[in-house]
């Protein structure tokens, strides 16, 4: 590992990790962000106040911040390092112990489907943030893929998003609202269309993000309206009154779809518009799209997840230049779906 500190000497070091007298919460923050820490006595409870040091990263005194492993590094690694707006409140609310930990990424969507049912139901939970494209030893040791989210309940691994969001509903019954139908018939209906989102949405989601060269106006096109027809479909199976899938009480298939509709607005900066039809003869179809999406985009569960926009930019940015390295950009790029 490369290690250069101005402030505290610079020099290499083997694994620095185990000669910094560090706390559970500082090596967290190491494994995070792959940094090496040299010879920091100073780096203790003391500057870091243990309930808000996650947020506090940038107390850290430059000098003490140093190199990256280049060994591990990931091409998508270098995102900005935590939660903001709304979300970074929520962040700093569940920072205390609890048996329950969500292993969460601030950017990801999956992770927002399950952070959105944490939220719902009020469930206590400990959020911990981890950069799954550095993958630590935390996040691997529970969960072998290394992807977010990931729960840790009562010291036993769980993940998959929609795994984790029926687990929480009925890890906690008493945890309301019921966001899954009583009636057999009509919970199977909501799998359904849980699973249409991830094979199929959330792919057309991608093709249509990655879609490159951005000259290709008949390919973008293509891809554009791929994406509109799944939509189209989905937003068909709606309750007519809504505002919700299902009536007028939130479910658990709004909460798995809503990570993607608060980040439709990336079609809009990267890929010329959604351009969903105004008038014609889908026209109430996409009236009723449109009523849903205000219902899910002003639910406070949704709203306390989800981080200020330009903070996506760079994330996305890859996404759009098709240039991302995660899992789910390769598999887009292979024509397969949700890793
Ligand atoms: N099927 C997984 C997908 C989770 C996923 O892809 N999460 C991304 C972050 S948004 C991740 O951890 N990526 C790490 C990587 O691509 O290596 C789920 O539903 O939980």
Same mark, same amino acid.
């Given at each position: 590992m490369q290690s250069v500190c101005g402030g505290c000497h610079a020099y290499d070091h083997g694994d620095v990790r185990k000669t910094v007298n560090a706390t559970p919460r500082l090596r967290h923050l190491y494994d995070l962000y792959d940094i090496a820490i040299i010879?920091? &006595?100073?780096? /203790?409870n003391d500057n870091l106040n243990a309930k808000t040091s996650f947020t506090n990263h940038?107390?850290?005194p430059n000098h003490h911040l140093v190199s990256r492993m280049s060994t591990k590094a990931? &091409?998508?690694? /270098?995102?900005?390092p935590h939660a903001t707006g709304l979300a970074q409140k929520t962040v700093e609310d569940h920072q205390a112990e609890q048996p329950l930990k969500l292993y969460a990424g601030w950017f990801c969507p999956f992770v927002g489907r399950a952070w959105t049912v944490l939220q719902e139901k009020n469930i206590p939970y400990q959020y911990i943030e981890v950069n799954p494209y550095h993958k630590p030893e935390s996040l691997l040791k529970l969960n072998p893929r290394g992807l977010v989210p990931t729960l840790e309940y009562d010291n036993k691994p769980l993940y998959e998003s929609t795994v984790i969001c029926e687990f929480l509903e009925e890890a906690y019954p008493d945890h309301g609202p019921k966001l899954l139908p009583e009636d057999p018939y009509e919970r199977a209906r909501t799998r359904i269309w849980t699973d249409y989102c991830t094979s199929r949405l959330i792919p057309a989601f991608h093709r249509f993000l990655q879609?490159?060269?951005?000259?290709d106006t008949k390919g973008l096109e293509e891809a554009r309206q791929e994406f509109l027809s799944h939509l189209k479909e989905f937003t068909k199976e709606m309750d007519s009154e809504g505002p919700y899938f299902s009536g007028k009480n939130i479910g658990l298939i709004d909460l798995v779809v809503a990570p993607w509709a608060v980040r439709l607005w990336v079609f809009d900066h990267?890929?010329?518009?959604?351009?969903?039809?105004?008038?014609?003869?889908?026209s109430a179809v996409w009236s009723r799209f449109n009523k849903w999406l205000k219902a899910v985009e002003e639910r406070p569960s949704v709203r306390e997840t989800t981080s200020e926009t330009e903070k996506y930019y760079s994330i996305y940015q890859k996404y759009a230049d098709d240039e991302a390295q995660s899992e789910l950009a390769k598999a887009t790029r292979k024509g397969r779906g949700v890793p």
């Open positions: 010879n920091a &006595p100073s780096l /203790d940038a107390k850290i990931h &091409p998508d690694a /270098d995102l900005f879609y490159q060269p951005m000259s990267y890929k010329n518009g959604l351009n969903i039809p105004e008038g014609g003869e889908d």
